[in-house]
């Protein structure tokens, strides 16, 4: 009764507008304050860190998404961040049926509005690659970003990503959120089977002396090449992971939601004692800001053992992967799975 109340004499703009009126008042999240609670997942100085975040889980940002970038920067001294600034929301392959252009200086961050903000910071870098652009910002960036356009596979070794995550120091800051790009680099380079569209593509853009060019890229296979399969609780019982929920480690929100999903016991036991393992090594640390979940995650280590586990997989259950790519090669599997694709940021 009291929600049909609600929905009818408080449509949904008018709660937006009544919730983010009061975030201004009573979730105020100031540069001082968000600096103070990321100091506590103990960053080291000078460390790369990219990230990723669910700005609304901060309340009302005082400065708005300079407040993340500013109280990272406090934080971490010498830090250099690293973003994500992708011109698509949808799939590569998409985005480029419809022959676009990218200009670095103009084209915006379809990856979130902290994204696009990074790149248009004073003293930030970003990348000419066509597709898969990204921003840095800090003594590094010019490592992390300078002829990562010349990269054919979208996270391979020289891309800003391949570059970031062979640093011994760097580190992945999830903002109450477990979504980030940086899974396609464990996909890369766990070679997984059938991750590429067949042949390359062409995608425009500038060189670096600002001259008009193309660039032959390889593109990501849509959704398929996301799920991993597990070992179910019987013999011949198989479950099908979204990869981000099987690699990286969750708010407790969507860990619950996980934990639902999953059909198999052995599968969410083996997923959670993996997650145990790495916040007892500190390879994972955890702080809360008011209602906000923020996870820092050690790069190397956490990705050698995340794409050991995957290669594992991927031998072990072999005939299944190519199974299921000769029945639906650009679809998720019609079997059990945690959660719905959503076909993004491929």
């Not at 506590?40 to 407040?67: F, K, N, R, W, Y």
């Not at 477990?178 to 593509?201: C, I, K």
């Amino acid at each position: 009764m009291l929600d049909r109340v609600r929905r009818r004499y408080f449509p949904k703009g008018i709660r937006r507008v009544a919730r983010r009126q009061l975030a201004r008042v009573f979730r105020r999240t100031s540069r001082k304050a968000l600096a103070h609670a990321l100091r506590g997942l103990g960053i080291e100085d000078g460390a790369p860190v990219c990230v990723h975040s669910m700005l609304s889980a901060l309340g009302h940002l005082v400065d708005g998404p300079q407040t993340v970038i500013g109280a990272v920067q406090d934080a971490v001294p010498n830090v250099t961040i690293m973003m994500p600034t992708f011109p698509f929301g949808g799939t590569c392959e998409e985005y480029l049926a419809g022959d676009p252009f990218y200009d670095r200086a103009a084209t915006r961050s379809a990856s979130g509005l902290l994204t696009d903000t990074l790149w248009r910071t004073a003293g930030a870098q970003r990348s000419l690659h066509p597709t898969h652009s990204c921003a840095a910002l800090g003594p590094d960036a010019a490592l992390l970003i300078d002829g990562s356009e010349h990269v054919q596979t979208p996270f391979g070794d020289d891309s800003t990503y391949g570059r970031f995550a062979a640093r011994e120091d760097a580190e992945l800051l999830l903002i109450h959120t477990n979504n980030t790009s940086l899974v396609h680099r464990f996909q890369e380079v766990a070679n997984t089977p059938h991750l590429f569209l067949e042949g390359m593509r062409t995608a425009r853009g500038l060189d670096a002396t600002g001259n008009e060019t193309t660039y032959e890229v390889r593109v990501h296979r849509p959704l398929q090449p996301l799920y991993v399969i597990l070992q179910g609780d019987e013999r011949d019982d198989r479950e099908h992971v979204w990869l981000p929920d099987y690699c990286l480690p969750a708010p407790t929100y969507n860990k619950k939601r996980i934990a639902t999903n999953l059909h198999s016991r052995r599968a969410r036991d083996e997923l959670f004692a993996r997650q145990d393992e790495f916040e007892k090594d500190e390879v994972v640390r955890k702080v809360r800001y008011r209602g906000a979940e923020i996870i820092a995650v050690g790069v190397l280590p956490f990705m050698n053992r995340i794409c050991n586990d995957l290669r594992q997989s991927y031998s072990q259950f072999a005939h299944e992967y190519e199974e299921l790519h000769r029945e639906a090669p650009r679809s998720p599997p019609s079997r059990t799975r945690t959660s719905v694709a959503t076909g993004k940021r491929f």
